[in-house]
Nanobody
Framework: QVQLVESGGGLVQPGGSLRLSCAVS????????MGWYRQAPGKQHELVAA???????RYADSVKGRFTISRDNDKNTLDLQMNDLKPEDTAVYYC???????????????WGQGTQVTVSS
């Protein structure tokens, strides 16, 4: 069983930056599709960034140009660099192993603890 542990969240002012990290228990090369979801209070889980082991990435329109998803092979982590943060980015962020069916990504596991990101002045 692959285990994923998120970290790096916190409180930041609008326009600030945070870097989230997802520690993978096994080799990250065992996972083809990975991504970061977020869930704001009262909202559904939203996929904000997806990444494949071959380097293909995709972002939600709301974060394009501001967020960057990447794999750190040395540290065996999936990272999310978040720049120019906005109040609407406030949510719990979750790392997830996914599958891709046609053009859609689907989560393969139950949601973990996630990491809280709060953007506020």
């Amino acid at each position: 069983q692959v285990q994923l542990v998120e970290s790096g969240g916190g409180l930041v002012q609008p326009g600030g930056s945070l870097r989230l990290s997802c520690a993978v228990s096994g080799s990250i090369f065992d996972i083809t599709y990975m991504g970061w979801y977020r869930q704001a209070p009262g909202k559904q889980h939203e996929l904000v960034a997806a990444n494949t082991r071959s380097g293909i990435v995709r972002y939600a329109d709301s974060v394009k140009g501001r967020f960057t998803i990447s794999r750190d092979n040395d540290k065996n982590t999936l990272d999310l660099q978040m720049n120019d943060l906005k109040p609407e980015d406030t949510a719990v962020y979750y790392c997830m192993e996914m599958r891709k069916i046609n053009s859609e990504y689907e989560p393969l596991r139950s949601w973990g603890q996630g990491t809280q990101v709060t953007v506020s002045s």
